[in-house]
């Protein structure tokens, strides 16, 4: 991976993070308890990422995030994603799942069904005796 720049920006439930590098998206960040802990979560997922004035594609992104947020039926679908250190597994579960429409949904089960990895569904986990 490149050189990853990142940015945090206002939103309706708080300051969320966007990292990006020269082929397109490659995190966002949805906020944590505070603008530090986001800022640290982001820095932990992009080792030595800068902060920077984001491209106009990142830029785009943010926009649509901010509208999205906000309650907009916004379609996220032309955001470039930098999806090569993915696996091939993940790269299959976003190429499908940012083809749902806006308003439509899909369960766990569903997508993985779809992508033709029918096990790879989540399990519901136990915790202290609940299921969590």
Do not use: K
């Not at 997922?45 to 947020?69: T, Y």
């Not at 429409?101 to 569904?121: C, D, F, K, N, Q």
């Not at 986990?125 to 969590?132: E, F, V």
Request: with cysteine; aromatic share 6%.
């Amino acid at each position: 991976m490149g050189a990853i720049n990142f940015i945090l920006f206002e939103t309706a439930i708080g300051r969320c993070g966007i990292a990006w590098g020269a082929r397109g998206v490659v995190g966002v960040q949805l906020p944590e308890v505070s603008e530090r802990a986001t800022r640290t979560r982001l820095l932990r997922r992009f080792p030595g990422a800068s902060e920077a004035l984001p491209s106009p594609e990142a830029q785009s992104a943010v926009d649509g995030i901010v509208a999205l947020l906000s309650g907009e039926a916004t379609d996220l679908s032309d955001v470039v994603l930098d999806m090569d250190d993915l696996p091939p597994f993940h790269r299959r579960v976003y190429a499908l799942v940012r083809a749902i429409l806006p308003g439509a949904t899909l369960s766990y089960g569903e997508v993985a069904a779809r992508i033709g990895a029918p096990h790879a569904r989540r399990r519901p986990r136990r915790r202290s005796g609940a299921w969590a």
